[in-house]
């Protein structure tokens, strides 16, 4: 910091940050088309299947749980994992060819062991090598990711090390160490499955606490954490509430470690409360103090975000529901679906176009209108899924069963749209916008 209480800029040649910043770019686009592969393809198409499959047979059958496993996998560490990890790279300030050869190798790591996980549960060839190793290979992703990070500080955190840590930043955190002990949990499991052979699958109880700590542990703290960096600015709302946002991550990480212990009431319960006052907190029902942020990306932006809000408050209620009285896993379902699909998916398609393009120099997302036809069939196959599950399971209507393969219709066209317009983005880049008469570049801050 010099004299005038600023701080100075490295002397290190243009051309040069330049270079480094075109090589972060060029890997974020590589971690998001990875991630668009095991969402469309091992992700969706795979759990499409196994919808169409549980439908026929009215129930799960002879559907193995190994499938059910690889189409969760994909979805969670081969979509949102990478995503995030992406993400995570691109925001640490550039150290020269070591940061991207690090971030190349996690790439590669991470990549590499969700492949060979899905190919293991799905095919079953040489699986009790494969889950060990393709367990190895993304926790060693995840701690060369760690280490990245704990190098990483923010130049605007600088004057404010006395006022601790801010709170978006903290959510964040707690996030990534819910990936990393789901990633530690993940490898344990695969090690034992290895060793005694069986079923390639977690037993069921053991799998339900997984889900627990990959869902509430993981994926919602993170999403909080970019919710309350990123909504005040796109939304044109005031900051979160500090002392709500507080609780409801107390409430959360709580329920998270009642869950794991296995005490499902008292888990979902505080999920629940942790869901209605995070929507309090975040300030998404109060009235905005300007006009949204939707350049570059469809006018509906600011209505999904709100969507996706309150779908967590339905997989918390849901997920009470289940605790108290479901039989036959429906309810279950339908709230972890309510929680992945309806929250965590909408959330990415929906801030997914306002970010990603920015971060890899692009000007704005390939095509509007396949943002919002993504979003709207997204929206309408979850409502048609969370509402039948239950009915179809429970055998409260079995009319019910035929219309589960419409919500997955819905949903894989929506998760196909979102896949190739991003792509489309990506690969084309700028050029494709500067055809359509856009000048400006999308601010995500």
Same mark, same amino acid.
């Given at each position: 910091?010099?004299?005038?209480?600023?701080? +100075?800029?490295?002397?290190?040649?243009?051309?040069?940050?330049?270079?480094?910043?075109?090589?972060?770019?060029?890997?974020?686009?590589?971690?998001?088309?990875?991630?668009?592969?095991?969402?469309?393809?091992?992700?969706?198409?795979?759990?499409?299947?196994?919808?169409?499959?549980?439908?026929?047979?009215?129930? &799960?059958?002879?559907?193995?749980?190994?499938?059910? +496993?690889?189409?969760?996998?994909?979805?969670?560490?081969?979509?949102?994992?990478?995503?995030?990890?992406?993400?995570?790279?691109?925001?640490?300030?550039?150290?020269?060819?070591?940061?991207? %050869?690090?971030?190349?190798?996690?790439?590669?790591?991470?990549?590499?062991?969700?492949?060979?996980?899905?190919?293991?549960?799905?095919?079953?060839?040489?699986?009790?090598?494969?889950? !060990?190793?393709?367990?190895?290979?993304?926790?060693?992703?995840?701690?060369?990711?760690?280490?990245?990070?704990?190098?990483?500080?923010?130049?605007?955190?600088?004057?404010?090390?006395?006022?601790?840590? +801010?709170?978006?930043?903290?959510?964040?955190?707690?996030?990534?160490?819910?990936?990393?002990?789901?990633?530690?949990?993940?490898?344990?499991?695969?090690?034992?499955?290895?060793?005694?052979?069986?079923?390639?699958?977690?037993?069921?109880?053991?799998?339900?606490?997984?889900?627990?700590?990959?869902?509430?542990?993981?994926?919602?703290?993170?999403?909080?954490?970019?919710?309350?960096?990123?909504?005040?600015?796109? &939304?044109?709302?005031?900051?979160?509430?500090?002392?709500?946002?507080?609780?409801?991550?107390?409430?959360?990480?709580?329920?998270?470690?009642?869950?794991?212990?296995?005490?499902? %009431? !008292?888990?979902?319960?505080?999920?629940?409360?942790?869901?209605?006052?995070?929507?309090?907190?975040?300030?998404?029902?109060?009235?905005?103090?300007?006009?949204?942020?939707?350049?570059?990306?469809?006018?509906?932006?600011?209505?999904?975000?709100?969507?996706?809000?309150?779908?967590?408050?339905?997989?918390?209620?849901?997920?009470?529901?289940?605790?108290?009285?479901?039989?036959?896993?429906?309810?279950?379902?339908?709230?972890?679906?309510?929680?992945?699909?309806?929250?965590?998916?909408?959330?990415?398609?929906?801030?997914? !176009?306002?970010?990603?393009?920015?971060?890899?120099?692009?000007?704005?997302?390939?095509?509007?209108?396949?943002?919002?036809?993504?979003?709207?069939?997204?929206?309408?196959?979850?409502?048609?899924?969370?509402?039948?599950?239950?009915?179809?399971? +429970?055998?409260?209507?079995?009319?019910?069963?035929?219309?589960?393969?419409?919500?997955?219709?819905?949903?894989?066209?929506?998760?196909?749209?979102?896949?190739?317009?991003?792509?489309?983005?990506?690969?084309?880049?700028?050029?494709?916008?500067?055809?359509?008469?856009? %000048?400006?570049?999308?601010?995500?801050?």
């Amino acid at each position: 910091m010099n004299t005038t209480g600023q701080f +100075e800029i490295p002397l290190v040649p243009s051309a040069t940050i330049a270079k480094q910043e075109r090589q972060k770019s060029l890997m974020l686009r590589a971690w998001i088309l990875s991630g668009l592969f095991f969402m469309a393809l091992p992700g969706t198409l795979l759990g499409f299947s196994n919808l169409m499959a549980i439908s026929t047979n009215h129930g &799960l059958g002879s559907l193995p749980a190994a499938w059910m +496993e690889g189409h969760g996998h994909a979805q969670m560490f081969g979509w949102i994992g990478s995503f995030i990890l992406g993400i995570g790279f691109y925001s640490q300030p550039a150290r020269g060819r070591s940061a991207i %050869r690090v971030s190349m190798s996690c790439f590669v790591l991470w990549t590499l062991g969700v492949a060979m996980r899905w190919s293991g549960n799905i095919y079953g060839w040489h699986w009790r090598i494969l889950l !060990p190793v393709s367990a190895g290979l993304e926790l060693a992703g995840v701690l060369l990711f760690l280490s990245a990070a704990s190098h990483h500080k923010l130049p605007e955190q600088a004057d404010k090390k006395k006022q601790g840590m +801010e709170l978006w930043m903290v959510s964040v955190l707690i996030g990534t160490a819910g990936l990393a002990l789901a990633v530690i949990f993940n490898f344990v499991e695969c090690l034992r499955l290895g060793i005694q052979g069986g079923l390639r699958s977690f037993p069921h109880a053991l799998d339900q606490k997984y889900l627990v700590l990959l869902g509430w542990g993981f994926v919602v703290p993170v999403v909080w954490g970019f919710s309350a960096r990123w909504l005040p600015a796109f &939304l044109a709302i005031a900051k979160p509430a500090v002392g709500l946002f507080r609780a409801a991550l107390c409430l959360d990480i709580a329920g998270v470690a009642f869950g794991v212990a296995g005490f499902a %009431r !008292p888990a979902t319960i505080l999920f629940a409360l942790s869901a209605a006052i995070i929507c309090l907190a975040l300030r998404l029902t109060e009235q905005p103090h300007g006009h949204a942020k939707t350049q570059g990306i469809h006018p509906s932006f600011p209505t999904f975000i709100r969507l996706a809000y309150a779908w967590p408050i339905v997989a918390g209620s849901m997920s009470v529901w289940a605790a108290f009285a479901d039989v036959h896993g429906g309810i279950w379902g339908a709230s972890r679906h309510a929680l992945t699909v309806g929250f965590a998916a909408t959330m990415v398609f929906t801030i997914g !176009p306002r970010i990603l393009p920015h971060f890899a120099g692009i000007y704005g997302i390939f095509s509007k209108r396949l943002m919002f036809l993504s979003l709207f069939l997204l929206q309408t196959g979850c409502i048609v899924r969370v509402t039948s599950e239950p009915l179809a399971y +429970e055998g409260l209507l079995p009319f019910a069963w035929k219309v589960l393969p419409v919500s997955g219709m819905l949903e894989l066209s929506g998760v196909l749209l979102f896949a190739t317009n991003l792509a489309l983005t990506f690969l084309l880049g700028r050029s494709a916008f500067a055809a359509k008469g856009l %000048r400006e570049p999308i601010v995500a801050s």
